[in-house]
């Protein structure tokens, strides 16, 4: 059976990813048990693990906050993911599965025809990104790595990366994917390694450069006016 709590965390971290709660924005344990139907109690723990995954802020007397980053943060994170998700890639091409690759070459190839529509759907996009490099991830056969690339690779998901996109770039990245499926079918670590850094750093390039067209950081966290649940 599942958990309060762990319902409560999933609609939270959604909420997050898609947009409901942009970063900056205000939380409150009240008013999400109120949208979510359950008790303050799961949703204050929820609130806590999302706290430690930093995708939310609680300041001393003002509340808890959807998390944002600097630009410079946004920059370190996507030099992480290079080191780390290069490194995975390049695990990977030693030792995915048919099965495996199977799969990624389904997502690959699905998230191609989305983009090559006339209005991809940046939600579709986002979802199959996710599922790829999460796979990519599990074909290293590294734990620790998973471990490590969990709350780094949920920042361009809350970001939701994607929106800010021209067609051409989203394609771009589709593209990316095939050729990196193509080396992992080919066992070529260094091909692998290579286009895993190419792909990362294509987007960390495109968000830079889109900056001023979103919003990487909300608004500043405004005065918190509700007293009473400004500790959750």
């Known amino acids: 059976m599942v958990k309060a709590v762990d319902i409560a965390y999933e ?6 990813r898609e947009g409901k709660y942009p970063p900056g924005s205000h939380l409150t344990a009240q008013a999400l048990a109120e949208e979510s139907g359950l008790s303050r109690t799961p949703v204050r723990e929820a609130m806590r693990r999302l706290h430690a995954e930093a995708l939310i802020q609680f300041i001393p007397n003002r509340g808890a906050f959807v998390a944002t980053w600097s630009k410079r943060e946004i ?8 080191l780390l998700e290069s490194f995975a890639a390049r695990e990977a091409a030693s030792q995915i599965s048919d099965l495996q690759l199977q799969e990624l070459r389904r997502i690959a190839d699905e998230m191609q025809a ?3 529509t006339e209005k991809p759907d940046p939600e579709q996009v986002t979802a199959l990104n996710d599922e790829f490099h999460k796979l990519v991830l599990d074909a290293s ?3 620790r790595l998973r471990t490590l690339l969990g709350s780094i690779v949920e920042v361009p998901l809350v970001l939701n990366t994607f929106r800010s996109y021209s067609v051409e770039q989203i394609r771009r990245s589709a593209a990316q994917h095939i050729e990196l499926t193509n080396a992992l079918e080919a066992k070529d670590r260094d091909w692998s390694g290579a286009i895993m850094t190419a792909h990362i750093l294509s987007a960390r390039n ?3 450069k889109n ?3 979103t919003t990487m950081s909300g608004s500043e966290p405004e005065e918190d006016t509700h007293d009473e649940d400004s500790s959750d």
């Open 141 to 143: 056969g590294n734990e």
């Open 75 to 82: 920059e370190q994170i996507y030099d992480l993911r290079i």
């Open 206 to 208: 495109t968000l830079m």
């Open 11 to 16: 609609t939270i971290r959604d909420g997050i």
């Open 211 to 213: 900056a001023g067209k």
């Open 114 to 116: 989305i983009t090559l």
